[in-house]
């Protein structure tokens, strides 16, 4: 749950305060930069942590924000299709296998909604990745349970 918690979470804060820093213009201040880390970070905890003022220039440590922007999504992206594409197997078993080794073969040949239409399924559609968000939640509950 932690693994999926920070690819989902986290890598989205990252996008997002990637989002933030390019939508401005001209040159920004390092308390500029750190505000709106602090601020995206603040939005995944909420009151469940705090963070102090040490956290607001760990924005700093992370170099692909300038060598290699806006690479984040993809991890959050993954993660939420993986776990769709697990729902989808849940629900359809073998007959998944037959469509599943298709899309594994083809590899990146085709574009994403492409690959993901073989299952039936369009990536365009909320209740696609709905799918993916429901067995996360499954987990959670699961979790739950156990603890």
């Known amino acids: 749950m932690e693994d999926i918690f920070a690819t989902l979470f986290r890598q989205n804060v990252f996008t997002n305060f990637e989002r933030r820093v390019h939508e401005k213009e001209g040159e920004l201040s390092v308390a500029e930069f750190s505000q709106m880390w602090q601020e995206e970070n603040q939005k995944m905890f909420g009151k469940s942590v705090i963070l102090t003022q040490d956290y607001a220039s760990w924005w700093s440590y992370i170099p692909h924000f300038i060598h290699t922007p806006f690479y984040c999504y993809a991890y959050s992206y ?30 990146g040949s085709r574009s994403p909604k492409e690959l993901v239409g073989i299952f039936g399924l369009d990536i365009e559609d909320d ?20 603890l």
Do not use: H, T
């Open 78 to 107: 993954g993660q939420l299709l993986v776990m769709a594409l697990f729902g989808v197997y849940r629900r359809e078993g073998k007959d998944f296998v037959v469509k599943y080794e298709e899309f594994l073969s083809l590899g």
């Open 127 to 146: 209740n696609f990745w709905k799918i993916g968000i429901n067995e996360v939640e499954s987990l959670l509950k699961g979790l739950k349970a156990i």
